[in-house]
């Protein structure tokens, strides 16, 4: 059958038919919900008993550019079976698939409609008191459990072989360790902002770090990530945090999905100064998100090094000083990393609302070049961080 996207009778229909929940005469009402930048997403409720699904179905274009993009409809395949792992190891954190259409790339999953898309949370100042142990578990039972250290060392090459996704690394790879740090088409830079990038593009030291982050996203396979995990991909509640839209896994390195928490958490910190009534809420929630990536990064060690002494399958990394320098470099790594995504929000084709949302130009303004200073602090000073509070540091120490 010839591809095509779906309308929201169809949508309906389809949902009828193959979502499991639905009643054959059942007054079904159906509307395309999707705010992202790739996909159709449809929630289809029974308007009598108010159950509902999300359909999500892979366009054969990136729909924020449109039909001149064309991308692969293998990453529906892809995200359909990265959900399918994340559940083996933390169903309470993911949401739950309910079926699979390669023929349409379409999706049918659980409908999250009473959490909230968590960057729209921490924009009106929301906190999330569980959120630092929920995804600390997510990040460490996912990243351990389809890494060399907790799995068959050679079914993970095959697992590797099932999460090839050339055309979504090639996104990653240009849009966040390519086209920020030149002169490239696709970057999005106000004109107020100029100098500033301008500055960043001659920072030799920079480039240098960035050209070593990137050979990292390019080569180095080690474990099963999200591909992108920020903060709209995560749905929220006060009790709950479900992690969604995996279309991006691959075969990567574990501290990139860490990364694209910190940086997020981070790309907020710099917007709040938009969003914060006074200079004391300001320093208070700036509080907040920095004790949140505290409390990730203390409790995803914790948890990894606790899996690795229990699960560990190879012997010769059981080293205790072998897992703190792993331990150490992971850190690293993702402050790192965070420092390429707060630079590519700011300056690359995909925002964030955090910042772009503010409506007063100059803290806009304000914003954009805290984000960028933070970013490339982190950048260019990563490899020197021994522990977490090194790493906060340095963000403070550029907060103006
Ligand atoms: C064209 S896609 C732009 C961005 O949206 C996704 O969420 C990824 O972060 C990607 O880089
Ligand atoms: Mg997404």
Redo the contacts with the bound molecule.
Sequence with gaps: MAYYALNTEQAKEYARQHAGIFHANANLECNEIGD???NLVFIVRDTATNASVILKQALPY?K??GESWPLTLDRARIESDALAYQATRCPQLVPQLIAFDRELSLIVMEDLSDHTIMRKGLITGERYPLFAEHISTFLAETLFFSSDLGMDQQQKKWKVQQFINVELCK??ED??FDHPFRDAETNNISESLQPTVQTLWQDEQLLAEVAGLRELFLTKAEALLHG?L?T??IFIRQDSTKVIDPE?AFYGPIAFDIAKVYGNLLLNYAGQLGWQPSAEALTDYRAYLLQTIREISEQFEAKFVALWLAHGVDPIAKSTIYQERYMTRLLQQAFGFAGCVLIRRVVG??KVADIEQISDASKRLEAQKLALTIGSALIKQHRQFDNIEEALAAVVAVTR
């Design positions: 992202g930048n790739l990136a924020v550019v996104i990653t849009l966040i992108d920020h709209g991909s991006f084709l995909a």
